[in-house]
């Protein structure tokens, strides 16, 4: 069956620093998205992506985050400076359609640990 | 953003049926219902989905109240693997707004 590809699985970063977060969803899938879980609380949706243009976003998505698809098959998360409360899963997810609805398929995440 | 209500915790017997309930009184019209799960470590994982009627897929069984306030996520024989933080959600797609779910244990 088809899955969700994300890499890292666990990135450290210091303080201030940019990271790139990446996801390969499933091929044919045209909706994709960010969200988030800090350690022992809710997952939290940050963005979604169609047509390469942001749909949605919430109000944790400020302007040091930014998405990207820069070819077919990648879709990035970029944080430009960390902050300690940036640590958290991050999760990708995509999905085939919006309507009629059409279940996200999400990755297994990647740990975020900022020093 | 759209609420709804589940248990904390339930526990569950090995091969028994659990039925894992949620109220979503502010459910409007074209809302769907979905159930989605979170093993541990791993990501958010579809359960099923339904909008007015009963559904059924291999995994699970979805019954809706009549007036689609509530719902039960019913799950025929647990398994140890169905151990797991199970969530109720409603919206009109987009984004998936997670409560604390309800968290499954199965005792072998």
């Known amino acids: 069956e088809p899955e969700v590809t994300q890499t890292p699985s666990h990135q450290v970063t210091q303080m201030g620093q940019e990271v790139i977060l990446r996801c390969v969803p499933i091929s044919n899938h045209l909706y994709f998205y960010w969200y988030r879980q800090i350690l022992g609380q809710k997952v939290e949706f940050l963005v979604s992506?169609?047509?390469?243009?942001?749909?949605?976003k919430s109000e944790i998505f400020d302007d040091q985050f930014s998405v990207e698809r820069p070819d077919g098959s990648n879709f990035t998360l970029k944080i430009r400076s960390t902050k300690l409360e940036d640590s958290a899963m991050y999760f990708c997810?995509?999905?085939?359609?919006?309507?009629?609805?059409?279940?996200?398929?999400f990755g297994d995440g990647t740990r975020l640990s900022i020093l | 953003d759209a609420k709804t209500t589940q248990p904390n915790s339930m526990e569950s017997n090995e091969e028994e049926p659990v039925h894992l309930p949620c109220n979503h009184s502010?459910?409007?019209?074209?809302?769907?219902i979905h159930w989605y799960r979170q093993l541990p470590s791993q990501g958010p994982e579809y359960v099923i989905h339904?909008?007015?009627s009963n559904v059924n897929n291999r995994m699970a069984s979805l019954a809706i109240a009549e007036d689609r306030k509530s719902s039960t996520l019913i799950l025929h024989r647990a398994t140890l693997r169905d151990a797991a933080v199970y969530y109720c959600i409603h919206n009109q797609g987009g984004k998936l707004i997670f409560g604390q779910g309800t968290e499954l244990s199965v005792k072998p």
């Open positions: 992506f169609y047509n390469n243009e942001i749909s949605e």
């Open positions: 997810a995509s999905s085939e359609a919006l309507w009629p609805y059409q279940p996200q398929h």
């Open positions: 502010t459910i409007s019209g074209t809302d769907y």
């Open positions: 339904g909008l007015t």
